[in-house]
């Protein structure tokens, strides 16, 4: 697999940690499906497209022969221990920095500081807003306090690592809502409402629309105050996300009301949607999106989502990202795969004479790591 992007700066831009314990088989299975249930009797996660790909290149990183059994794989991966299988793969990526979303299951995975710890490179914090708005209530917030009560919170967790905010809307309340800023009152109802349901079963999970439009107009007011990008979860994910309502497009209004802010908006991994965040990127010029997650997952086809991907958007509003979650094979994978599905698409715009060399190592630029570097404000 081609590695000639490996001396580039490759910013993560869209990540999680890992687990730093030793994983049982199942824990590692669970880690490589986006389902919250086990494979079938009788079946297996390795059987997918995402477990062939790490049986083929993640293999022979633990000294194993490439297409290894699952079984001999998971052996190695004890037998090596948990922290020597995260120090190979997050070094040998060659990412040289990550910028993490620190707010899906924190208890579960290492902290920001030690994934960059691990692979010796610098890394930075991305504060998820629906998890700050659920920490608020968690602290015992009523609803007439919960609108200024979030804002304090959203601006308390902004210390020097912090380069950007998320929201994951689509998760909560899907992309097909009502884009307008809610009014006060309409909070407050809402934060009651929220509040009763709490009572009711016991869970924080925000997910009411009204308050989900209240995060991200706050949010974007707080990030243009700041400087900071919004992150903003697109496309596929786990079974509780509504794919079919995650299209970016359903989201042009309020892209359209704040652009004259120019709060930087990125789009994380968008497929199936990444054309129509390509068609966005061209259309806003605070638009930003990737191809993330997705060529780890895939079969050999990701080579044809990167070319999709570049298509029509601006060569400097594409990003890099793993989105890789709990296991280091998925940053050394996702990785990989990028420098690859981008060098194939580049190489054969030269070959068909509409690019140069010279030019197609601009875009590998670009994307691999100065564009996220220029929004993000990264430096050291």
Known sequence: MNKRLSNRAMIDHHCHAVVTRDLARDEFEDMISESFAPAPLGTSH???PVGLAIRRWCAPVLDLPKFASGEEYIARRLELGAGEVNERFLKQSGITAYVVDTGNRPGLLCSYEELGNAADVPSYEVVRMESVAEEV?????DAKG?????????????????????TIVAYRSTLRIDQTAPNRNEIEAAASGWLTEIEETGTIRIGDEVLERHILWTGADIARQKGLPIQFHIGLGDP???VHACDPSHLTGYFRAV???????????????HREAGLLAENFPNIYFDVGFVQNWAGPSYRKMMEEALELAPFTKQ?????????SELFYLGTMRFRDSLDAVLDHWIELDECTPDYAEQIKTWISGQNAERIYGLSG
């Open 259 to 273: 652009e004259p802010w120019g709060v930087p908006m990125t789009l994380l991994h968008c497929y199936p949607f």
């Open 319 to 327: 990003l890099f990202s793993t989105d890789a979650f709990g296991l």
């Open 240 to 242: 509780d996300v509504e």
């Open 146 to 166: 919960y609108a200024d009560a979030f804002e304090a919170a959203v601006e308390a967790s902004l210390h020097d690592r912090v380069v950007g905010l998320k």
């Open 46 to 48: 390795w059987d997918k």
């Open 137 to 141: 209530m968690r602290a015992g917030c």
